[in-house]
């Protein structure tokens, strides 16, 4: 019989049973699916919070639509040690950029850059900072700069664990991703690094798409060339999707609170404020980096991912902090060869 | 037998077959879905792109999370004349707002507006129109704002048609909103209109959900108060989705290029454009405002909606063109009471 045949067969009368079908709930196989979690408090109150928000009859009931989940992602979804690996996307293209540069081999910061000094090249502070990130962020159209961070993905290794940078993704959380999709959750990140960034590869490593990714940028400014129109990136500031800038960024793309919120520093703390304060059941969780022997231990004092109010206010807020030692039985996903 | 009991018993029994009726092709169902279409050009064009997109068998075939199809909203969706429906919020709002304003008396342009001038209003250009809008869109919360926009909708009612404005919406595009998003597509608003403004409306009028929304925007800041945190709305324009704006609109938001769009007027062009300008099956399509009798006559001259540059390239650059007297059977959904 052919697909056809089939269709035209068994559609009108199957059609209820397979909707019936699929609506079944899938409880068990969801629970089951996030192995590399101990079965400690914050998975416990994780599952128990999906429970009642996806169980028709509960008073805690949330439609599919309103079942938006935002996550950090560096030091939440992947690794943020011992730089954020968008600042190691910006030193490799320096060297790479370099020969066509000449001029950067005396010019700060960059001449520290080129010399490996990369602490020296940022000790100008923002400045020194965005002069590095505009060189090697703007100047190209979207799409050559998205080609750019598949190409680095692809070749560039963690100075630590000589692992793919794709590789450094917590492998509990990817459990976490599937689990809340599976549950009719639409899993957004929610990043204070580059949106265009992210979103060539967070698709493939997250199964989140692009249009579910927020994260800072730069302006951008259509133009037609010869080959057909681009959007050109400009060396101009946009927007910062970080502390205060969370809820307005989510409000900006989602257009709505999310109900579960996740994250790893004080960068995070209006996210998960904004979205724990709405109305209805929400839900709150930080990551604490507690081991220092499977992965890096940092909190209040740490120059990245500083974590200090959160941990002060978690108990309060009613918000669950996994503590990485204690809660993951492992860290990263498996390398890929 | 309940709920749980028929999942237990037939879910792996029936799962792949329910997974395979679903999966059969809608094709007539659809095209049938598209009653207040007649039978011209444009309509044939659609049908003949979505089933070369959605056929697995098609070389044309685009996989579902790739079908995004972007519409303007002002005169694409719903009507636009005698002004764009956001100006009558505008001037009903300073209206409802003057006894809390006696300044406004003796101060244009809002002294013109509450002689119901609005032409008068409006003759000091961008400048009048900013200082009315920032008046009425900005100094409250996010969430104050959907309100007022929501209570405005239930009250007010167009000049000309005595109908409510969202009765002003277009019969055959709710119909192709329906018809692409059972084809697998999602459908995004892509408006020169403020994001805000359109988000607390277009799920129940038009299905498109407030994520799928992209607009005009002013500033937004985060506050926490007394009762919880808060987006404040600031008198600070953001982004205006508008011509060249809406390619940058529709990156920021979808990081996708769409492969279908649908405007009306040459602020539209830009997306059109780069919509089509892709790679693979794409496809343009602008609405002719030709029909005096039952809607508006207005192209080139119009001081609203004027498209001009559209009409002139539309054939040279394979953009279907609706002509609302001749392709279209009724123009407006029907009242709702």
């Known amino acids: 019989m052919t697909m ?5 067969r068994t559609r009108s009368a199957l059609l209820p049973v397979a909707l019936l079908v699929l609506a079944c709930p899938l ?19 994780i599952v128990d919070f999906v429970e009642r928000v996806t169980d028709p009859g509960s008073p805690d009931f949330v439609p599919e639509p309103e079942r938006i989940a935002v996550f ?32 950067w081999q005396d010019r700060e910061p960059f001449a520290s ?3 490996g000094d990369y602490a020296g090249a940022l ?5 020194s900072l965005l002069e590095l990130a505009m060189a090697t962020h703007a100047g190209m159209s979207t799409e050559e700069f998205a080609a750019s961070v598949v190409d680095w993905l692809e070749s560039a290794r963690h ?40 979103r060539p590869w967070t698709e493939s490593v997250y199964g989140i798409p692009p249009e579910q990714v927020v994260g800072s940028s730069i302006d951008t400014r259509y133009e037609v060339r010869e080959g057909g129109p681009v959007l050109m990136r400009l060396p101009e500031l946009n927007f910062i999707d970080d502390k205060e800038g969370k809820p307005v960024g989510i409000n900006q793309h989602i257009g ?17 404020e904004w979205t724990t ?11 604490h980096h507690t081991d220092g022997e499977r992965e890096w231990a940092y909190d209040r004092d740490s120059h990245i991912g500083r974590l200090d109010r959160g941990l002060k206010e978690a108990a309060d807020r009613g918000w669950a902090v996994v503590s990485m030692a204690d809660d993951w039985k492992v860290i990263f996903a498996p390398a890929e060869r």
């Open 4 to 8: 056809r045949a089939f269709c035209l």
């Open 27 to 45: 409880d068990s196989a969801r629970a089951d699916s996030m192995p590399s979690w101990n079965d400690t408090g914050p998975r416990k109150a």
């Open 72 to 103: 950090d992602n560096d030091g939440t979804l992947w690794a943020e040690q011992p730089v954020y690996f968008q600042a190691m996307y910006v030193f490799d293209r320096i060297e790479a950029l370099a020969p066509k540069n000449p001029g």
């Open 113 to 115: 850059v080129l010399k």
């Open 123 to 127: 000790s100008g502070g923002t400045r």
């Open 159 to 198: 100075p630590d664990t000589g692992r793919r940078y794709t590789e450094m993704v917590y492998q509990p959380m990817l459990e976490l991703l599937a689990y809340l999709r599976a549950s009719g959750f639409r899993t957004y990140i929610v990043s204070g690094g580059g949106i265009e960034f992210m």
């Open 256 to 272: 709505r609170r999310p109900i579960m919120a996740f994250g790893n520093s004080d960068g995070d703390f209006e996210m998960l």
């Open 277 to 287: 304060a709405g109305e209805g059941p929400r839900f709150g969780l930080l990551i």
